[in-house]
């Protein structure tokens, strides 16, 4: 342990005075497979998307392997829920990327695009399209910053230390040494099967 | 790692609230619909959830801090690199919880100014020391067992932002949890030792865990706004009573004894004596166990815990240190770092 943890000094005076607003979010997406679609992985608050970017890569880009990342300013997000309120702002026309929920249990991943005037007329569009879903984005493609297809995001090195898989085997070992069967399915009850 | 039963909930209706309204939220509740921010909520409900969510956020990045001491003293590079990834967790999802604050009204500066200020709370078990690394372990197999058991019923809300990062957190404790699991499985197949380095070990922790659900329940509970409005789904006894039936067991199989202690203003163990009402009910299944001390508890939230200050003015020495960082990002004026 550190010297500072250690010895932290007894706060004196008032706190140093609030530096302007909260930082800005961004929406995260990474594409798991050479070709395959974008699917949500998160969000995070940065100044700009340059900060935005560098903290996905580190964050979401080690959460899972992935080839690529977008990232997107919440407000540039425009959907049928109640989170993203979408612009009816009409303008030249633009290339509108579409992302679907299909089912609560699911994530949003990217579609097809769709070239509009205003965000509404592309999600109407999209919803005509594809009615039969939880949720629909639309996003400017020119929104979205994206990594190069060649970028290297995951780190070549074993990281089954930072998932419950990477210990699930090892561990299932090490209980049956010392526990029945039943008691330990009973344990192994309330354990999040998902994520293993 | 923490969920946030311990948060001194206490939301009352307002007598002012639109019955109307108020009656077709209430039935889009019973109904299992989800709440979104900018729905019609009673004020109640929005100060409830924002007190909720906030405490939640607090109890993240506190929670780290602990643990964060362990880093450098980790038994094994593997033992290192899953310890930061698992604190660097802890951070992110106080992020999350912030950012689902932020959305019900209050800027997170506000929410850290307060939280070092002592304005807001964070969870109790986050006061109690961590002096050898079998309090690193029992930290990730007691407190994140505590967690998951608690967050899964959580994420049964009805607040859909809250509801949402629930589900996502839970994914990743259950890796901390995995880990914990891991750590103590080793701890008690090696050497007397180290058997005894756990035991201490959870001697310190099982009363904490226990606590971790919060006091117990009134006897309307049901019926008051907190479960009526689903910000929370399952009674604290109750979830108590389930880590005991799952971590009991298991504990004794491993080997460990069950103890009620006594403990020193150092949060350490200073008498014990084996838990003489910890038996199976053949007929029910539930495992008996004696209470937490209630008072301790009570002390705790006061402010009277081992760590409180410790926690708190870490906490301050942080802020402090990143001013310069946040002027450097949001005003473009960097200065000087503070001498370290």
Known sequence: MSKRRQNVPEPEGDLPAPVGSDLAPYVVFTQLKKDGPFVYAGWLDAVDAAMAMFFAREHYGQDQKCTQIWTIPRPAIGGTDADHPVSTAEGASRTYRVFRQRGEATVLSSAETIDATSAAVALTEAVKTDPDVEVTWVVAEADIAATGPDDLIWRHTDQTYRLARGYAKTVREKWERVRNQPALAEYEKEELKEAF | ?340
């Not at chain 2, 967790?89 to 800027?107: A, I, N, P, T, W």
């Open chain 2, 1 to 340: 790692m923490s969920g946030s039963s311990n948060v001194g909930m206490h939301v009352d209706h307002d007598l002012h609230d639109d019955p109307e309204k108020l009656a077709e939220f209430e039935s889009r509740v019973a109904d299992g619909h989800l709440i979104e921010h900018d729905d019609w909520m009673p004020d109640a409900y929005r100060k409830g959830m924002l007190k909720m969510a906030e405490h939640h956020a607090n109890s993240e990045i506190i929670g780290a801090l602990p643990e964060g001491e362990w880093i450098t003293r980790a038994p094994s590079l593997r033992r290192k690199l899953a310890l930061t990834a698992k604190v660097q967790d802890e951070v992110g999802h106080g992020q999350m919880l912030y950012r689902v604050s932020q959305d019900l009204g209050k800027s997170r500066d506000d929410m850290l100014r307060d939280l070092i200020t002592g304005k807001t709370k964070y969870h109790n078990v986050f006061n109690y020391p961590a002096p050898t690394w079998g309090d690193i372990a029992m930290i990730q197999w007691l407190i994140d067992g505590a967690a998951i058991m608690n967050q899964k019923t959580l994420a049964d809300g009805a607040f859909g932002p809250y509801v949402r990062t629930m589900k996502r957190i839970n994914m990743e404790e259950a890796f901390h949890f995995k880990s914990g699991e891991d750590m103590v499985l080793t701890l008690m197949s090696g050497t007397p030792r180290q058997k005894k380095m756990a035991q201490d070990a959870f001697d310190r922790w099982w009363y904490p865990s226990l606590m971790f659900f919060g006091p117990p329940d009134k006897p309307d509970a049901e019926n008051l706004p907190p479960m009526k409005w689903r910000m929370k789904t399952v009674k604290n006894d109750e979830l108590r009573q389930r880590f005991v039936d799952r971590f009991a067991p298991a504990a004794l199989d491993l080997g460990f004894v069950i103890n009620v202690v006594e403990k020193d203003a150092d949060g350490l163990v200073v008498a014990k004596r084996p838990d003489e009402q910890l038996r199976q009910d053949e007929t029910t299944g539930h495992y008996a166990f004696t209470e937490p001390d209630w008072e301790e508890f009570y002390r705790v939230i006061r402010g009277g815990g081992p760590c409180n200050r410790q926690r708190l003015a870490l906490r301050r020495l942080s802020y402090e240190q990143g001013q310069w960082v946040r002027r450097a990002i949001l005003q473009g004026q960097a200065g000087l770092p503070p001498a370290a």
